[in-house]
């Protein structure tokens, strides 16, 4: 997986591209909750529950049945009935699903169970930039971790940044022009 900071970085974007100015509080915390969740499922490990089971990670929580789910339940917990947008849904469910996507671009895990229940094919992507996350973090493993933070930071943290930066950037030079035709 990414590691928690790449999921993250994820969430955040989404929730700035689904939002005018700065995202609100409420947004950007349920967003990355969507984004980081299906990861719960890494401790089903600590019972024995070996790769390959539906309960394993990468499993049933990373598939798009669990994607949906999720963000229903941010939603039920999120939002009065009568906040509840189709842009709040599409936020939503962008970042739930943005987790099994990202899975799937990282080299040296094991493939997402976009199907499951229906199917326990595990997906990987053609093209996988991002390296997966060691666990647990020490010796050599300390080198991979930062290596593939880096690939994180490429991958993920420089879309990121230009999806929230450009509109915002867009929007000043707007402003900007605006402000110098209405000066005399
Ligand atoms: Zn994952």
Redesign the pocket.
Known sequence: ??SILG?TLAGLSISAACTQGRPPRRIWVLAVACAVA??L??FTGLFGIQDGHSLS??GM??SLLAALLIAALAMLIGFRSQLRSPRHWACMLSAAFS??L??ACTFG?TG?AFLEPFSKARFVCLWQPIFVSPIPMSGRLLDWLLFSLGTEILWIGLPACLVFIAPRAIEWFRLRGKRSEETP
């Open positions: 997986m990414p999921h299906p990861d499922d890494w990670h990468r929580s990373h987790h099994g990202l899975d895990g997402v």
